[in-house]
């Protein structure tokens, strides 16, 4: 590794060690386009984002088929700013097939979607049931006839307790998640990521959220009395996805949840 490729926090840029981290859009889109097309016997051509940050899935997924589009939603517009310049300008025609929205995912659009996502938990922001079901009969109402509404969720007995994982993502920077402790009377849980870099420097709490631990039983309950038909889960099972109606628990565990309208 040369000594240029190194970084530190002095030139590290947030976002961009976010989507080193926790993104993997290319593996995203295959189980998108796999899942849709199990239940819809179609491929799927329009998404929505919600909670785009920097709209990497969006524009992977405009790039991944010349009749593809997709539309990102996110509250920040320093987020969205910097999608436009890091990820949709270098796209070029693709990235002309992307629309980056800054509002509440709440808010209501008038196009209908085959698709919209909710990835990396973030719909855990709401906290309370009516708010909750209220967003998903939104995302309902916003799909086309045979529309799908995917997102995913995490738990297990280690998902419950106060955890510092860390892994390195490459040119002397280590990921460090900072999982705080769920509060077992409301559920509330305040998680971190962190950046250590090899010449001692941090960036420390780089990502704060303020979360609901929900559960996968709720979820789906919540996905029901918003309208939503059925709700597969797929469970991830040594770094494939597989459909399960029952499991054992296990320390940690991670599903995509993929609701039918
Ligand atoms: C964890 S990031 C998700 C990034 C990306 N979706 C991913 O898969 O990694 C959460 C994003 O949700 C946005 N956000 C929070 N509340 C929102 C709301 N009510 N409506 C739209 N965006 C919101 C934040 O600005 C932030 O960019």
Redesign the pocket.
């Known amino acids: 590794m040369s000594k240029k490729s190194v970084l530190s926090s002095r030139k590290a840029d947030r976002h961009d060690l976010?989507q080193r981290s926790?993104?993997a859009a290319d593996v995203e889109v295959a189980f998108i386009e796999k899942a849709f097309k199990k239940y819809r016997k179609r491929k799927p051509y329009s998404m929505r984002?919600?909670?785009?940050?920097?709209a990497?899935?969006s524009c992977t997924w405009a790039a991944s088929h010349k009749q593809r589009r997709a539309t990102g939603?996110?509250?920040?517009p320093a987020?969205l700013t910097w999608a436009t310049q890091h990820n949709l300008t270098p796209l070029a025609d693709a990235g002309e097939r992307v629309t980056l929205l800054q509002?509440?995912?709440?808010f209501p659009l008038k196009e209908k979607f085959d698709l919209i996502n909710a990835?990396?938990?973030?719909y855990w922001?709401f906290k309370d049931r009516s708010t909750l079901r209220d967003y998903f009969a939104s995302v309902k109402r916003s799909l086309v006839e045979d529309g799908v509404f995917m997102l995913d969720l995490y738990g297990g007995w280690e998902a419950h307790q106060a955890v510092r994982t860390k892994r390195s993502i490459g040119r002397g920077c280590k990921y460090v998640w900072d999982q705080g402790e769920v509060d077992p009377i409301t559920h509330d849980v305040v998680n971190h990521i962190h950046f250590e870099f090899k010449d001692g420097s941090r960036l420390k709490k780089a990502?704060t959220?303020e979360w609901r631990f929900w559960s996968l039983a709720e979820i789906r309950e919540l996905l029901h009395e918003a309208g939503f038909a059925e709700v597969i889960v797929y469970w991830q099972d040594e770094g494939d996805y597989v459909i399960r109606k029952t499991s054992e628990n296990q320390p940690l565990w991670l599903v995509y949840l993929v609701a039918l309208v």
């Open positions: 976010y926790v993104q984002e919600d909670f785009c940050g920097t990497l899935l939603v996110d509250i920040d987020v509002q509440d995912v709440r990835f990396n938990f973030s922001i990502f959220y």
